[in-house]
C-alpha cells in the first residue's frame, strides 16, 4: 500500500496522533478545503500590479504587470517611481527592499561606473550605506587576511628592530597561509632571543606561529629504553606563550598608531566587511493557491516563504514548534508556481519521512509528490525510482537523510570538482614561482596540496565504473530542502591549527556529500538551491557557524577573502589559552581553546544575510516557567572512598603523561569514564563502597519523594533522566535499578 504514489493522499485523510494512535477525519472528508481562488485578471493601480508580481512571479515583471493594468511599460514605471530599481549589472528590475539592501557598497561602485543614466541609484544607495566601523571598533589580529603582507614585514621590522628586507613575509590567500623568511640580523636580536622569545623559542618563529593561528608547543627529547621520546616541556611551552602574547598585545598597539596606516585599513575593513545592509522580508502580499483554506500560516511563516522565493539559499534557524514543515512545503509550492523552481527535493530524517509528507498533503491536498522509502533504493529498484523522478513533473520529491546520501554524484563531477582544485594549485605555483622572493615555504605547501588531490583523482579514475542508474546530477532537481540540517554540519574542516579545542578537523561521509551537491546546486543556480531547516544551527562550537556559511553563502566568503577557516578565524574568532581542569579531575593543565568571537557585528550581518532566526522568545510559543525561574542545583559532597579512588584516578593520568602506555590497557577516555562513574555513586568502580547517606542518589530520592507528596493532589508526574549506570556493574550493581527500589 506505502509503494502506491498517492498513498500519502489517502493518508492525509485523517488527522493521526502517533503517540496515542487516534485518528480523526480530516477536513476534506466533510468540505471543499481548497476551493477555486480565480486568478487576478486587472488591477486599479500599478502598485497592486506590482504586488500581484512578486507573488505570481517572485520578482518583478513590468510586461506582466503592465497587461495587468492595460497602460504601457513606461507609465508603469513612471507610476512606481523609487519603489523598484533597475540593476545595472543584470538589466533587471528589482523591488527597492531587495536592491537597496545586501552589499550596498559594491553595488554603488557598479551604479557609479554605470553612467548619469543611474543617478537615481547612487542617491539612493549612497543614503543606505552603513557608517563605518572606527579603528577602536575593529579587533586586528594578527594573520587576519585583509591586512595586507607590507604591514606585518613592517611591524615585524619595528618589532626586531631591523630593515624590512630583513624579514620577508609572504601570505597564499587560498590556502590562509604566512610565511616569514627571516634573515640573520631579525633572528639573533635581542627583541627575538629575548625581549619577544626565548632561549628555545626564537621571536620570529613565534611570530610566524602566530600568523597562521598556532600557539608554540616546546619538546624534550628523552631516551626510553632503546628508542627516543618527545615529551612536552610545561615550563618552556608556558614562557613562549607567554612570549608570543607579548607579540600579538605589541601588534595591536603597533596597527593603528600611524595615521595614514589607520586611515587605509580602516577603509579595507569597511569595504570588505561592513558592506551589509540587512533587508526585511514582508511576505504580507502572498496568497498560497492550492492550499487549504482550514490552515492558515502565521506572519514569520509567510515572511520566511517570501525570504526563500526572493533571497537566495536560506537557513531557517526557528525554534522547535515554529512549524518548519509547513514554512517548507509553502516556500517549495510558491517557488514551483512561480516558475523559480521546477523540482524541489525535501530531505527528512528517516523517523519523520511518513508524517512530513502527510503533512505536506494536509496543506497541499492537490499536491504530486513523490515519497522514496528505503525499500525504494534497494539495488533492484533504484533505477526505476530514478525513471519516475527524472520523467514525473513532481511538486515534491521527499526521501529521507540515509536515503539521499546514497543519491550520489556523478564520477564526471567528481572528476571535474578534483581538476578544477588542482588546476587552481596549477595557477597558484605559476604565480608564485613567478614572483620573486622568499616563498620556499608557500611553493611546498602548494605542491603538497595538488598531490593530495591528484592522489584523490587517481583513485576516483581506478574505481570500477558501477552505475546503478541513480545519480543526482542527472535527476535534473534544482532545489534541496533540507529538515534538521544540523545532522550534516559536521563538515572536514581544513586547518593549520593543532590541539586546539573546539575546532572540528574530520568530518562525515554524510556532510561531504550534501556539500558537493549544495555546491552543484550553486553552481547551476548562483546563489540559490539550497533551504536548511534546524532548531539548532550552532550548539557546541564557533566552527558550526563557519561550516552554514560554506554550505549557503561560499560567494559571501570567498569575496571577503575568509573561504579558508583559518582566514576567517583570525578575523572573527581568538585562540584562547587558559588553564581547565585535568581529566583526573585533580589538577589544572594549559589549554588552547577556540572560544571568543572577535569583530562579532560584521560577523552577525554575513550570517543574518541569508538566516532566518526565530526563536521561542520572539515568537511568544507557549511554555511553562520554571518553580523558582531558575533550575536548583544540589550539591552532594564526595565520600572518603570517592576521594580515594579519584587519588587512584590522577595516578593513571600521570602515568600516561609520563611514560607509554598501550591504549587497549588504559587511555584518557577510561580515565574520563570512569571519572563520570565516580561522580555518579563510588559502588560504580568499587564493589566493597558503602551506600553513602549523602551521596547523590540519596539526594535525588529524597527530592523525588518530596515532590511526589507535595504534588499528590494533581498527580504531578516527574521524569528522571540517568544517563549512567542503567545497565548493571558485573557485581551487579545499578544507580537505575537502586533508584526505583528505594
Given at each position: 500500500?506505502?509503494?502506491?504514489?498517492?498513498?500519502?493522499?489517502?493518508?492525509?485523510?485523517?488527522?493521526?496522533?502517533?503517540?496515542?494512535?487516534?485518528?480523526?477525519?480530516?477536513?476534506?472528508?466533510?468540505?471543499?478545503?481548497?476551493?477555486?481562488r480565480r486568478p487576478v485578471s486587472a488591477v486599479r493601480s500599478a502598485e497592486e500590479g506590482l504586488l500581484v508580481s512578486l507573488n505570481r512571479h517572485g520578482g518583478v515583471d513590468l510586461d506582466f504587470i503592465a497587461r495587468l493594468y492595460g497602460k504601457p511599460e513606461s507609465q508603469v514605471e513612471a507610476e512606481l517611481g523609487d519603489l523598484i530599481f533597475k540593476d545595472p549589472e543584470s538589466g533587471k528590475w528589482e523591488t527597492a527592499d531587495a536592491y537597496l539592501s545586501g552589499n550596498v557598497r559594491g553595488k554603488l561602485d557598479v551604479a557609479r561606473a554605470a553612467g548619469p543614466k543611474f543617478a537615481r541609484n547612487v542617491r539612493s544607495l549612497e543614503a543606505v550605506q552603513p557608517e563605518d566601523v572606527l579603528p577602536g571598533d575593529i579587533d586586528a589580529n594578527l594573520g587576519a587576511p585583509w591586512i595586507p603582507e607590507g604591514d606585518i614585514r613592517a611591524f615585524a621590522a619595528d618589532l626586531f628592530k631591523v630593515a624590512p628586507s630583513d624579514v620577508p613575509v609572504s601570505h597564499l590567500k587560498k590556502d590562509a597561509l604566512w610565511s616569514l623568511e627571516p634573515a640573520y640580523a631579525a633572528r639573533v636580536s635581542v627583541a627575538a632571543t629575548a625581549d619577544f622569545g626565548t632561549v628555545r623559542a626564537n621571536g620570529t618563529w613565534l611570530l610566524e606561529l602566530a600568523l597562521n593561528m598556532k600557539s608554540p608547543t616546546i619538546y624534550d627529547t628523552i631516551q626510553n629504553g632503546d628508542r627516543e621520546e618527545k615529551v612536552v616541556n610545561a615550563e618552556?611551552?608556558?614562557?613562549?606563550?607567554?612570549?608570543?602574547?607579548?607579540?600579538?598585545?605589541?601588534?595591536?598597539?603597533?596597527?593603528?598608531?600611524?595615521?595614514?596606516?589607520?586611515?587605509?585599513?580602516?577603509?579595507?575593513?569597511?569595504?570588505?566587511?561592513?558592506?551589509?545592509?540587512?533587508?526585511?522580508?514582508?511576505?504580507?502580499?502572498?496568497?498560497?493557491?492550492?492550499?487549504?483554506?482550514?490552515?492558515?500560516?502565521?506572519?514569520?511563516?509567510?515572511?520566511?516563504?517570501?525570504?526563500?522565493?526572493?533571497?537566495?539559499?536560506?537557513?531557517?534557524?526557528?525554534?522547535?514548534?515554529?512549524?518548519?514543515?509547513?514554512?517548507?512545503?509553502?516556500?517549495?509550492?510558491?517557488?514551483?508556481?512561480?516558475?523559480?523552481?521546477?523540482?524541489?527535493?525535501?530531505?527528512?530524517?528517516?523517523?519523520?519521512?511518513?508524517?512530513?509528507?502527510?503533512?505536506?498533503?494536509?496543506?497541499?491536498?492537490?499536491?504530486?509528490?513523490?515519497?522514496?522509502?528505503?525499500?525504494?533504493?534497494?539495488?533492484?529498484?533504484?533505477?526505476?525510482?530514478?525513471?519516475?523522478?527524472?520523467?514525473?513533473?513532481?511538486?515534491?520529491?521527499?526521501?529521507?537523510?540515509?536515503?539521499?546520501?546514497?543519491?550520489?554524484?556523478?564520477?564526471?563531477?567528481?572528476?571535474?570538482?578534483?581538476?578544477?582544485?588542482?588546476?587552481?594549485?596549477?595557477?597558484?605555483?605559476?604565480?608564485?614561482?613567478?614572483?620573486?622572493?622568499?616563498?620556499?615555504?608557500l611553493i611546498k605547501t602548494i605542491e603538497k596540496q595538488k598531490a593530495a588531490r591528484e592522489e584523490k583523482l587517481k583513485n576516483l579514475l581506478a574505481e570500477d565504473k558501477k552505475d546503478d542508474g541513480l545519480v543526482f546530477d542527472e535527476l535534473g532537481v534544482d532545489h534541496v530542502f533540507v529538515d534538521e540540517a544540523h545532522y550534516f554540519k559536521n563538515l572536514e574542516t581544513p586547518t593549520k591549527m593543532d590541539r586546539v579545542a573546539g575546532i572540528q578537523t574530520g568530518g562525515s561521509e554524510r556532510a561531504f556529500d550534501l556539500y558537493m551537491k549544495a555546491r552543484y546546486l550553486g553552481q547551476e543556480h548562483p546563489g540559490h538551491g539550497v533551504t536548511f531547516a534546524t532548531g539548532t544551527p550552532i550548539s557546541n562550537t564557533m566552527v558550526e557557524m563557519y561550516t552554514m556559511q560554506r554550505f549557503l553563502d561560499p560567494e559571501g566568503l570567498r569575496s571577503r577573502g575568509i573561504d579558508h577557516f583559518d582566514a576567517w578565524a583570525a578575523t572573527f574568532g581568538e585562540v584562547v589559552d587558559t588553564m581547565e581542569i585535568a581529566p583526573d579531575g585533580a589538577g589544572l593543565r594549559p589549554r588552547s581553546r577556540f572560544a571568543k568571537f572577535t569583530n562579532l557585528p560584521e560577523l552577525q550581518q554575513m550570517f543574518r544575510a541569508f538566516s532566518d532566526v526565530q526563536t521561542a522568545e520572539m515568537l511568544n510559543l507557549p511554555r511553562p516557567t520554571l518553580a523558582g525561574g531558575k533550575p536548583v542545583v544540589v550539591a552532594s559532597p564526595m565520600s572518603d572512598e570517592q576521594q580515594a579512588l579519584q587519588q587512584e584516578l590522577v595516578v593513571r593520568y600521570e602515568k600516561l603523561r609520563s611514560q607509554k602506555v598501550d591504549p587497549r590497557i588504559d587511555n584518557a577516555l577510561a580515565i574520563t569514564t570512569d571519572g563520570r562513574k565516580l561522580a555518579t555513586d563510588a559502588r560504580m568502580l568499587d564493589a566493597t563502597a558503602p551506600d553513602f547517606p549523602d551521596s547523590k542518589i540519596n539526594k535525588l530520592v529524597d527530592n523525588v519523594v518530596a515532590v511526589w507528596q507535595r504534588t499528590a493532589p494533581t498527580r504531578g508526574t516527574q521524569l528522571i533522566f540517568s544517563d549512567i549506570g542503567v545497565n548493571p556493574t558485573p557485581w551487579g550493581y545499578s544507580p537505575y535499578a537502586e533508584i526505583v527500589d528505594k
Open positions: 500500500f506505502k509503494e502506491d504514489p498517492d498513498a500519502m493522499l489517502v493518508m492525509s485523510l485523517e488527522d493521526y496522533d502517533e503517540p496515542t494512535g487516534k485518528a480523526t477525519n480530516a477536513a476534506i472528508m466533510t468540505r471543499d478545503v481548497v476551493g477555486h618552556e611551552t608556558m614562557a613562549a606563550r607567554e612570549k608570543q602574547k607579548l607579540i600579538k598585545e605589541r601588534f595591536r598597539a603597533f596597527v593603528f598608531a600611524d595615521p595614514d596606516r589607520t586611515e587605509r585599513l580602516v577603509r579595507i575593513y569597511n569595504d570588505t566587511y561592513n558592506n551589509l545592509r540587512p533587508r526585511l522580508f514582508d511576505g504580507s502580499h502572498l496568497d498560497f493557491p492550492g492550499m487549504t483554506d482550514g490552515i492558515a500560516l502565521r506572519a514569520h511563516q509567510k515572511d520566511a516563504v517570501w525570504r526563500g522565493m526572493s533571497g537566495g539559499n536560506t537557513l531557517l534557524a526557528h525554534v522547535v514548534g515554529a512549524g518548519k514543515t509547513f514554512t517548507m512545503s509553502a516556500t517549495g509550492m510558491k517557488m514551483k508556481q512561480a516558475g523559480l523552481v521546477h523540482k524541489p527535493m525535501y530531505v527528512v530524517p528517516n523517523h519523520l519521512l511518513e508524517q512530513f509528507a502527510r503533512e505536506f498533503m494536509q496543506l497541499y491536498p492537490n499536491a504530486r509528490l513523490l515519497v522514496a522509502a528505503k525499500e525504494d533504493l534497494t539495488r533492484d529498484r533504484r533505477k526505476m525510482l530514478t525513471a519516475k523522478i527524472a520523467s514525473g513533473d513532481w511538486d515534491g520529491i521527499i526521501v529521507t537523510h540515509s536515503s539521499f546520501e546514497r543519491i550520489g554524484m556523478s564520477k564526471d563531477y567528481q572528476e571535474e570538482f578534483l581538476r578544477e582544485q588542482i588546476a587552481e594549485y596549477d595557477q597558484l605555483l605559476l604565480e608564485h614561482a613567478a614572483s620573486k622572493g622568499p616563498n620556499r615555504n
